[in-house]
């Protein structure tokens, strides 16, 4: 059976996560430049590059990017969005990249990370993040915040977006936290509630696509503990793109910026 990551990475993410936009990416980026410090021109991997929307804003402050995702969906949306060829893209496991150049940089964002059941298989992605950066390389890593995701999470929302019906339950389970996502046609939303409403059944009603994503929740101390078994040295860790400063108990994200020791 195929793990989630390989299934719900595909076209229906592109209308689920539609929301992040490429604006967002850029102002991101101009934080993350002043937290690596390092000249234009030197190479970035963004690992887990998802639609491209960092690899291009890094691209556009001119580093030599490069990036890598599972998703052969989400690396056909972010060749098209490379209309001049500025990346090279890359499809691959984060755990095991099919590259063997060595980077100024690497990162890592919006919890690509965590995915895996054993923590054996999480280390393997930071120690190949250690494998492709050049001694003295310097790493982000977007990480989300277990504390926040726990005192913040919301267990269903649903909307309509472009003609369908998504449906989102959320929970945390056995120090994961779990969505599952559901989609069909609004019509056969609306078809479906008036024949309960009449008492009566809709046979033709469509099938809805379900899809689950699952991350483990790595506290703070946790997560320290196994960048430092991959040999990579924290110096900085940011609540958010907006906020300097980690709180435990206030901040929605941990930021890791440090180097390859």
């Known amino acids: ?25 850029y102002q991101e980026v101009q934080k993350m430049i002043s937290w690596l410090k390092l ?11 998802g639609m491209g929307r960092h690899s291009l804003a890094l691209a556009d402050a001119g580093y030599n990017v490069t990036g890598v995702d599972l998703s052969n969906v ?36 919006f919890t690509s990370f965590g995915y895996f059941e054993k923590d054996e298989e999480q280390l393997k992605v930071l120690k190949e993040i ?24 919301v267990p269903h929302s649903s909307r309509e977006d472009e003609g369908n019906w998504i449906e989102e339950h959320r929970v945390i389970e056995d120090g994961f936290v779990k969505k599952q996502i559901a989609i069909r046609s609004a019509a056969s939303v609306t ?18 696509r379900v899809y689950y994503e ?30 300097d400063q980690y709180i435990e108990d206030a901040s929605p994200r941990m930021i890791f910026v440090g180097m390859r020791a």
């Open 191 to 208: 078809t479906t509630e008036a024949a309960s409403d009449l008492g009566t059944t809709q046979a033709d009603a469509e099938p809805e």
């Open 74 to 109: 989400l690396l056909r949306e972010a060749r098209a969005a490379d209309t001049e060829g500025r990346v090279s893209w890359y499809q691959g496991d984060m755990r095991a990249v099919p590259l063997e150049v060595r980077f100024d940089a690497v990162v890592n964002l």
């Open 1 to 25: 059976m195929a793990e989630w990551y390989e299934q719900s990475f595909g076209e229906d993410y592109l209308l689920v996560y539609k929301h992040r936009d490429f604006q967002g990416a």
């Open 39 to 49: 000249p234009q021109g030197s190479s970035v991997l963004d690992l887990c590059c």
């Open 130 to 153: 250690y494998r492709l950066l050049k001694p003295g390389g310097r790493f982000i890593i977007d990480y989300l915040n277990p504390s926040y995701v726990a005192a913040h999470l």
């Open 214 to 243: 699952r991350v483990k929740l790595y506290p703070y101390g946790k997560f320290r503990e196994l960048l430092e078994q991959a040999g990579l040295s924290v110096e900085q860790v940011h609540g958010s793109y907006d906020e």
